[in-house]
């Protein structure tokens, strides 16, 4: 059995803050080449460069609404009981502009997203009109300048509007079809290779025995990692056992960065850890954070692995603030609110509290133990608590929207 830390001092950091623990997660992480994707598959990737505009957004001044174009020094006055009569010329509809122009006294019918035909600069909405014929109309308000889509008013072709290292989410890659790209330049994926640990731990649709629980760690990580982008080398799982985890790993060639639960705190049988410690290479342990203050990042075989704890709960948070943002390039994204309930400190850590926001504030989920995993579904938020202070009810908090 491998022994932990012959040594009597350990030869690397332990206790780092979270901000180092992520920059060192991130500085062990391979530099990613460029490709290019269709839009279709671009969901969930990393754009690689700046996109620019290729057109202007809109490409001409158009339509806000149906109704009639028409120059607005021909309405001024129009009113329900004095309402102004044009004659129609025409129309002018989404992909059909009208090819005339609007001289004095007359209007083009125009509907949503239609071009403004030239010589006219304001719409009359449909609401307020009554026909006279097939080409007259009568308006019962002055048509406004103001309903109108300015050309360009979206961006202008040459402006850069995506900048690199956005996570594509669908608005995302609607926006880069918007600016006239079929494809876009990405990161390639990260492979990252997924391994749970622990006798206790068994797939789920599997009878429970005594002492066992069922693998929420594999399943919830695994999720995450393709909300990340990732390419997923699923490990499986291996028990507590040296012999075990190092073939558990063999299955790991290829990948970019290994992500392991359990097995990295202080027991007896946390032997991640150990092979890290005494065979492999430990560039932390631990990290100044509850819940998750046993992750481990090191390396095996010149493989990055980074080791999560066990606790379902610290698991999931230590990947939201330290592996989520080395992976994605996106920092961690916070908002300021008021606190509706006090938060407690911890006089050497920084705390991540699960709350729940009502009405702008947040309050105290109030189970806070690293085994409620019920407390990530229900919550939304998790509340930052600095290392050293508290939180009263009323002060402002810094809160990381789950």
Not at 298 to 317: A, I, R
Request: net charge negative; proline share 8%; charged share 20%.
């Amino acid at each position: 059995m491998l022994i932990l830390m012959s040594a009597p001092t350990p030869t690397f950091p332990m206790h780092v803050s979270v901000d180092e623990a992520r920059a060192m997660l991130t500085a062990l992480l391979p530099p990613l080449d460029t490709e290019w994707v269709a839009l279709a598959g671009a969901w969930g990737r990393t754009l690689a460069a700046d996109l620019s505009a290729t057109v202007s957004h809109p490409s001409a001044t158009e339509s806000a609404l149906d109704g009639i174009a028409a120059r607005a020094s021909d309405t001024l006055g129009a009113r329900a009981e004095a309402p102004a009569r044009l004659r129609v010329i025409g129309e002018s509809r989404a992909g059909v502009p009208f090819g005339g122009v609007v001289g004095a006294g007359e209007c083009v019918r125009i509907y949503t997203g239609a071009p403004l035909p030239p010589g006219a600069d304001a719409i009359c909405p449909v609401e307020l009109l009554r026909d006279d014929g097939p080409d007259h109309v009568w308006l019962a308000r002055p048509a406004s300048p103001g309903d109108v889509r300015h050309e360009g008013g979206d961006f202008r072709a040459g402006d850069v509007v995506m900048r690199a290292g956005l996570l594509l989410t669908a608005t995302r890659v609607a926006l880069a079809a918007a600016l006239g790209h079929a494809e876009v330049p990405v990161r390639r994926r990260l492979r990252v290779a997924l391994l749970s640990t622990g006798d206790e731990v068994i797939m789920p649709g599997q009878p429970l025995q005594p002492g066992q629980v069922y693998d929420s760690n594999r399943v919830g990580l695994g999720a995450m990692l393709v909300e990340c982008g990732c390419e997923v080398v699923s490990l499986g799982h291996a028990p507590d056992s040296p012999q075990a985890l190092q073939a558990a790993i063999l299955g790991a060639g290829g990948a970019d960065v290994l992500l392991t639960s359990g097995g990295v705190s202080m027991g007896k049988y946390d032997f991640m850890r150990d092979l890290l410690i005494e065979h492999g290479r430990v560039t932390f342990w631990k990290v100044r954070m509850r819940p998750g203050g046993p992750a481990i990042l090191g390396g095996w075989n010149g493989l990055p692995v980074f080791g999560l704890p066990g606790n379902p709960v610290s698991s999931l948070v230590v990947f939201h603030v330290i592996v989520r943002p080395a992976l994605t390039g996106q920092p961690v994204q916070s908002v300021k609110l008021r606190a509706a309930t006090p938060f407690r400190g911890l006089s050497d850590k920084t705390a991540f509290w699960r709350g729940v926001i009502r009405d702008g504030e947040v309050h105290d989920y109030g189970q806070q133990g690293s085994g409620i995993l019920r407390s990530l579904s229900d919550a939304n938020a998790l509340i930052i608590v600095p290392e050293g202070l508290g939180v009263q009810a009323g002060d402002p908090v810094d809160v990381v929207l789950l």
